[in-house]
């Protein structure tokens, strides 16, 4: 695949209704791929049965490889990967010094080749620093000509063209990544299709776009920004037996102390949430709108999609102070409301925070 994924074109946005997104909707990862195929919603309510099959070609997946790619990578990423078998899944991230998130990745590994996929812009800087930090480790980093294609709402056979199927655990629906040579996808989205073969819909990157919203999955592009900490997405933190995108007991990588701080010392200021909007509004804000609350900036929205549920959604980094007020707005006009389930709970106070508040009792 083209680095540059402006040229990208996928031969699905041939098939019958098929729309790209515009205006704001290609805010978020779109460019290449059909938005939908002439009915969005419907598109969205088949996740519920029979499944969908929608076209994430657009991604890119880096390959890396090597006797001591496990090793190199377990050094540079959030994720624990020096001991991880084939067909190990997950997710990962690569941080600055500070602990801000840079890229996040979708990982799998099969044949001893660990399997990263991104957008495509995000790629393109992802193997600039994999490479510049290659230093004496015998890896090889590449990018492949592999396309992802995600099921939501089944788990058909793999299809025999696949060279991995990622079963992942998110907060959304049953989901399945299949990844197949670029060259194939029609054939293979035939087949999901088929009768015999899954008897899928073929849905555009709307649906998976709502159904990530409510799952609150953001686009680092879309809906971070460059303060973004991983402790703002709080599911990204591994715990209870889910791997996340962080892993908390390992040895060190880069922003690994802003990680352990914050995890020890107490929570971040704020953290991302879902979004209900007033559908009256004559527009929906855009992607990087302000949110305020009586005139006082708490947060800054991101993705923003029509749901078949719940209509126009929105993921959006909120100060945790804010996040049960009953006056925010977003673009200075638009009343939204934080849904209560998106609200992180209390998690009491962190082993670090306890330290510290029985050092000060010994001190009074």
């Known amino acids: 695949m083209d680095s540059d994924n402006s040229t990208y074109r996928s031969m699905l946005l041939d098939r019958p209704g098929a729309q790209p997104a ?56 959030s994720q624990k990967l020096d001991d991880v078998v084939d067909g190990y899944s997950a997710a990962a991230l690569d941080l600055d ?14 044949g001893g080749v660990f399997h990263l996929d991104l957008p495509a812009t995000s790629a393109v800087t992802l193997v600039d620093y994999l490479e510049r930090m290659k230093f004496w480790s015998e890896v090889e980093i590449g990018m492949t000509d592999l396309a992802v294609l995600t099921v939501l709402g089944a788990a058909p ?41 899954g008897g899928l819909r ?14 609150l999955e953001p686009e680092v592009a879309a809906d971070l ?26 040895g060190c990588y880069r922003g690994q102390e802003t990680v352990s701080r914050v995890h020890n010392l107490g929570r971040s200021p704020r953290s991302l949430v879902l979004l209900h909007l007033d559908g009256s509004a004559p527009e929906l804000p855009e992607p990087g709108s302000v949110v305020t609350d009586r005139g006082r900036t708490v947060g800054r929205l991101g ?20 996040q049960r007020s ?12 934080v849904d209560p389930d998106s609200i992180e709970g209390d998690r009491g106070i962190q ?5 510290i508040n029985r050092l000060k009792g010994l001190k009074d």
Do not use: F
């Open 97 to 110: 010094a500070q602990g801000r998130i840079l890229h996040h990745a979708d990982l799998t590994v099969t």
């Open 303 to 322: 993705t923003v999609v029509h749901d078949c549920d719940y209509g126009p959604i929105a993921l959006a980094l909120v100060k945790r102070s804010a």
């Open 22 to 77: 515009l205006g704001p909707d290609a805010a978020a990862d779109t460019a290449g791929v059909a938005w939908h195929y002439g009915a969005p919603l419907v598109e969205q309510r088949a996740v519920e049965g029979p499944g969908v099959v929608i076209d994430r070609s657009h991604r890119a997946v880096v390959s890396v490889g090597g006797p001591d790619a496990a090793d190199y990578l377990n050094k540079l990423l």
């Open 326 to 337: 009953s006056g925010l707005t977003v673009g200075g006009d638009v009343a939204v409301s």
């Open 225 to 250: 920004d460059p303060r973004a900490i991983p402790h703002e997405i709080p599911h990204w933190i591994g715990a209870d037996g889910r791997a996340g995108a962080v892993h908390l007991v390992k």
């Open 351 to 355: 082993p670090g925070r306890a330290a």
């Open 157 to 197: 056979p793999a299809p025999p063209q696949a060279v991995y199927v990622r079963d992942v655990d998110w907060r959304g629906p049953l989901r399945r990544d299949v990844a197949v040579p670029r060259a194939l996808i029609g054939e293979v989205v035939d087949g999901l299709c088929a009768p015999d073969g």
């Open 202 to 215: 073929l849905a555009g990157l709307m649906a998976w776009t709502a159904e990530r919203v409510r799952a």
